[in-house]
C-alpha cells in the first residue's frame, strides 16, 4: 500500500478573519477513495503557533452537517490536541475510515485561542466550496454544526492523503484561476481537475484502468515568473508538485497572468522567451523527481474584462496575444514536455481563435465556464496515465 494525495488546496495567506474559540467545519470532495487516511493542517503564513484543541473527520451528509456514525477523532502523535509552529504544517496520524472515491468529508476543528486578523490565518479563498465557521465552543462532534457564518474560503486544511493500493498515482494539477476554476458553480465541484477525477474513477470501475488521486494546486492570478498570490509558480514548485504526497504526475497550465500583467507595472513585463525558459525549469525540476509533466497550452482571452483595473476595460492587448500564440506554438512542437494538451484548440473559436468559443465562456472572456472546465477535463486523454 501507498500513501497518495486525495485532495489538495494551495495554502496562501488570506485576509478578513478572526477567531474567538470557534470550530470550523470544511469540506472536501475527495477523488479516489479507501479506508484509511490522514489529514494536512497548515500554518503556512501564520505568524504564531497555530493551537488546534480537537479534530475530528467523518462523511457529510448535507451543508455543515455529518454522519456521527462515520465520525473519527484526529489524533497527532497520539494526541488529541497539538500546536503547529509559525510557517509550518502538521500531518494527523492515519484514522481508519471507510470511504467512496468522489464523495465529501468534513474536517471539523476547534480553534481554542484568540485569532486576530494580524495573525496571518493560512488559507485558500475562493474556493468555489461552501465551508463553515460556527458559534463560539469546541463543536467538533456537533452533527449539526451551529453555523454562524459561512465562507468559500478554506481555511487551514490543506490536504487529505489515502492509502492506496501500490501503483496507484498521484496528479497534481498547478496553475492559476483557471486551473483553481474561479467562477464555477460553487458547491458542484466543476472544477477540471474534478471532472479529471470523475474521468479516471470511471475508466478504473469499467475496466480496471490505473488509479490516481488528483490534487488541486491552482491559485488565482499565479505567474510563473513574478511573485503573485501564495508565490510565483517557479517558488512555489517544491511545495505544491514535489511534497505532494505520491506524485507521479503534473499537469500545469501558466502563464496568461504574466502576460496580462494586471498593474501594468513595466518592471514585470515578461517575453514569451522569458516564460517559456520558466516553464523549461518545471520541466527540470520534476523530472529530476520522477514526475512526469504535461503542459497545457494558454486560453484564447480577447476582448476579457475581468476585474480591470480602474480606468480600463480590460487587460487584453495584441501584443499580449503575440506572446500567447509564441508560447502555444512552441509547446506544440517542443519534447521538453512528457506530452503538451491543447486546452486552446478545444475551447477556442474555430471561426475566431483568439476568443473562446461562446459555449465554454463564463462571460468575462478569460475564465470558462461550467461547461468549459467540464470540456478541459475531458480532454485530458487518460493513456497519459497508464
Known amino acids: 500500500m501507498d500513501w497518495v494525495g486525495t485532495w489538495a488546496t494551495t495554502p496562501t495567506a488570506t485576509e478578513g478573519f478572526a477567531f ?8 472536501a470532495h475527495i477523488s479516489i477513495g ?4 490522514r489529514v494536512k493542517i497548515s500554518n503556512a503564513y501564520g505568524k504564531q503557533r497555530l493551537k488546534i484543541g480537537a479534530a475530528t473527520i467523518a462523511h457529510r451528509t448535507d451543508g455543515a452537517a ?4 462515520t465520525m473519527r477523532t484526529l489524533t497527532f502523535d497520539g494526541l488529541e490536541t497539538t500546536a503547529i509552529a509559525a510557517g509550518s504544517f502538521a500531518v494527523s496520524d492515519e484514522i481508519d475510515l471507510e470511504f467512496a472515491p468522489l464523495s465529501d468529508l468534513t474536517i471539523s476543528f476547534y480553534l481554542p485561542d484568540d485569532i486576530p486578523e494580524g495573525f496571518d490565518v493560512t488559507g485558500h479563498a475562493t474556493c468555489n466550496q461552501t465551508n463553515y465557521i460556527s458559534a463560539p465552543g469546541d463543536h467538533v462532534e456537533a452533527a449539526e454544526l451551529p453555523v454562524a457564518q459561512s465562507t468559500d474560503t478554506f481555511l487551514f486544511v490543506s490536504g ?7 501503483g ?7 496553475g492559476d484561476s483557471l486551473t483553481d476554476c474561479n467562477i464555477s458553480t460553487v458547491d458542484a465541484n466543476n472544477r477540471w481537475p474534478d471532472q479529471l477525477a470523475r474521468n479516471i474513477i470511471a475508466r478504473h470501475e469499467k475496466d480496471g484502468g490505473r488509479l490516481h488521486g488528483v490534487m488541486n494546486q491552482g491559485i488565482g492570478g499565479s505567474k510563473i515568473i513574478h511573485d503573485a498570490r501564495g508565490g510565483s509558480s517557479l517558488q512555489r514548485f517544491d511545495r505544491d508538485v514535489i511534497a505532494q ?4 504526475h503534473l499537469i500545469f497550465q501558466l502563464g496568461i497572468n504574466d502576460i496580462r500583467n494586471r498593474g501594468s507595472d513595466p518592471e514585470l513585463v515578461v517575453s514569451a522567451d522569458d516564460l ?18 504535461y503542459a497545457g497550452t494558454l486560453l484564447p482571452y480577447e476582448n476579457e474584462d475581468y476585474n480591470p483595473p480602474p480606468g480600463l476595460k480590460g487587460l487584453y492587448t495584441e501584443e499580449g496575444n503575440q506572446r500567447r500564440l509564441a508560447i502555444n506554438a512552441w509547446l506544440r512542437h517542443t519534447d521538453v514536455f512528457d506530452a503538451v494538451i491543447d486546452f486552446d484548440k478545444e475551447l477556442q473559436n474555430p471561426d475566431h481563435p483568439n476568443e473562446m468559443l ?7 472572456h478569460l475564465h470558462p465556464g461550467d461547461a468549459g472546465y467540464i470540456r478541459m477535463g475531458d480532454v485530458v486523454d487518460l493513456s497519459l496515465f497508464d
Open 34 to 37: 479507501g479506508t484509511k487516511l
Open 168 to 174: 496507484t498515482g498521484g496528479i497534481v494539477a498547478l
Open 66 to 69: 455529518i454522519d456521527t456514525q
Open 245 to 248: 504526497t505520491g506524485v507521479t
Open 358 to 364: 461562446p459555449l465554454y465562456d463564463c462571460g468575462d
Open 20 to 27: 474567538s474559540g470557534q470550530t470550523l467545519r470544511m469540506i
Open 276 to 293: 517559456i525558459a520558466g516553464m523549461k525549469q518545471m520541466a527540470v525540476r520534476a523530472h529530476a523527481k520522477g514526475i512526469k509533466i
Open 160 to 166: 487529505i492523503d489515502v492509502e492506496a493500493p501500490a
